[in-house]
């Protein structure tokens, strides 16, 4: 009766395990009323599935002309110096035949004003063109005048730079920092990991970003800088889960721009050698519909489909497929665990029940 009761609580039991069987993963196929596709990872499929994830900047910010390290601009500040060729000039003080006038800010609509000249249009001129504009107004006023103009930035030329540099601030765009990769070095440079450091760009609204290793790489992402962009240097945000029978179980960030399903597989100590089913390695993945087009061959898909994606580590190519197989930003690789160890465990769920009932039994026996 003990064994019998034994087995009855073992049949009504759940025996507590890590997640789902490898059987019943494969229940959850399309093909068996799931709403999941079941892929066996070969060289064909990790070919179609393996698609670099786009990081780049978009044209507009690409094709921007490079702005003029002198050019002026709302904000910057002028100072003039205006010699004149008479006893007493119009600007000069007694005894003098020059004139100095400072911090003439350029203001929000582009311009300045100096005396006997007006208001001059002074954004988008270079110092030597305003000096141009300036002594030509002022020639009608006082003879052959000689103006020197001289720039000194301001908040209307600048970019906030913050993040994984050394030195995060609000930096002027100069001759020598108008580009991208300058301007992260006049920030002190990153602080962080080069192959993981993502370089995140605001303009207008609009944000944009591209690996750091890639801007050096390639001269096209190296861009030109306007003022009020702020530059976001990170590391890589991608992560990635791993639960069942393996070292441990735990949420993974990225530690390189491609990580193969043995790396990530290494990252948590690799499979349990006590419980994991090296047949049953499985990525659960939302996949794109081009990707989900091309491995399945059928229909076109409007959105992401769930895939399942199967790894065999015991055959004979399962090793080179896990190696070549690329894990992707909000994968979750589950490693089933062996029959024999869920078999163990009944085994020993039941002899615990029929222990505990035989204990039962000598308890309720008379003395």
């Not at 609204?205 to 962009?229: C, E, K, M, V």
């Not at 393996?246 to 530690?255: A, I, L």
């Not at 090793?319 to 909000?330: C, E, I, L, P, Y």
Request: with cysteine; net charge negative.
């Amino acid at each position: 009766m003990a064994l019998l009761g034994a087995f009855s609580a073992l049949a009504s039991c759940a025996v507590s395990r890590d997640g789902p069987s490898k059987a019943e993963i494969f229940e959850g196929s399309v093909q068996r009323a799931g709403d999941a596709h079941i892929i066996l990872v070969t060289k064909r499929v990790s070919r179609a599935a393996n698609r670099p994830e786009a990081l780049g900047f978009s044209h507009a910010l690409r094709s921007g002309a490079l702005l003029g390290g002198d050019t002026i601009r709302p904000g910057d500040t002028i100072r003039l110096n205006v010699y004149e060729n008479v006893p007493e000039g119009l600007l000069a003080p007694a005894g003098a035949n020059n004139a100095i006038v400072e911090e003439l800010q350029v203001d929000d609509a582009g311009f300045i004003f100096v005396p006997y000249a007006g208001r001059i249009r002074a954004a988008g001129q270079t110092p030597d063109a305003l000096r141009r504009i300036l002594t030509r107004s002022l020639d009608e006023q006082t003879p052959d005048p000689q103006v020197v103009v001289s720039r000194a930035q301001g908040d209307g030329a600048t970019v906030s730079v913050s993040g994984g540099v050394n030195a995060q601030g609000v930096y002027p765009i100069t001759r020598a920092s108008n580009r991208l990769s300058a301007m992260i070095a006049t920030a002190g440079g990153i602080g962080i990991p080069l192959e993981t450091a993502q370089v995140l760009v605001t303009r207008s609204g609009r944000q944009d970003s591209a690996w750091l290793q890639d801007i050096y790489s390639h001269p096209g992402l190296d861009i030109a800088l306007r003022g009020g962009d702020r530059i976001l240097v990170r590391q890589d945000q991608r992560a990635f889960s791993v639960l069942g029978a393996t070292g441990s179980t735990n949420r993974m960030t990225f530690d390189t721009r491609e990580l193969s399903a043995i790396d990530a597989l290494a990252m948590v100590g690799g499979l349990d050698p006590l419980r994991a089913d090296p047949t049953g390695v499985f990525i659960f993945r939302d996949e794109v519909p081009e990707v989900a087009t091309e491995i399945l061959g059928i229909g076109q898909f409007a959105t992401d489909v769930r895939f399942v994606y199967v790894l065999d580590l015991t055959a004979p190519t399962g090793m080179f497929n896990a190696r070549d197989f690329k894990v992707r930003d909000g994968d979750t690789i589950f490693v089933t665990e062996a029959p024999a160890v869920l078999w163990a465990r009944q085994i020993a769920s039941l002899t615990g029940t029929i222990t505990a009932a035989g204990a039962v039994r000598r308890a309720g026996r008379p003395e």
